[in-house]
């Protein structure tokens, strides 16, 4: 999965910094998530699998519902400040957006937390990828989610997806890679037998690593 400059430009003045990706000095451990441009992070090296079962359970913070006047869909926040990714189409022509986001306190259930300050930094249109922001005041820091490679993907492999179908908030859906090339006006996609209903746009396809490998 490619969320780089090919799928959206951000302003330059808006990269904090990019990692070169060396191995500190003195020799000490290199830690597990590799920060890429402090936008989103990627596995330094690739996650034992788990069951679906474990890995929802973990993500659910990550995994979040962006809601507009006219209508709603999902989304995944990529780092600890708030910038999340979602659908172009879900966010297109609107000025209001939220963001609701379940936080997982050290006990009991989890907490829904609407968020109304979201700022849309950039877009891809052609992509139908959108990047936001939450700058409400005194937001706590976010739980993020890792990217992966739908390149290292197979047909026949398990993914699952987690999201707001028909409004339905935190539905988890399993299935398997059906193909990673199924080609629909011009551009290839994802082809996956997890159930995707609207609603669900703009969230994260996760592989069994828990990774997000593609944008449903």
Known sequence: MDLGFTALTIPRGQILRISGGTEPKGGAAAPAAESVSQVY?????????????????????????????GGLGSGFILNEQGDLITNFHVIEGETQISVEVYHHPAQGQLERKPYKRVRIVAINKFQDLALLRIEDEGAPRFRK??????????????????????????????????TKSREVQGELYLQTTAQINPGNSGGPLFNLRGEVVGVT
């Open 41 to 69: 992070f990627v596995s330094k090296s690739p996650p034992p699998e788990r069951s679906v079962r474990e890995l929802s359970r973990e993500l659910g913070e990550s995994v979040v519902q962006v809601r507009t006047p």
């Open 145 to 178: 989610v890792l990217l992966g490679s739908a390149d290292l993907l197979a047909p026949g492999e398990r993914v699952f997806a987690i999201g707001s179908p028909l409004g339905l908030e935190r539905t988890v859906t399993e299935g398997i890679l059906s």
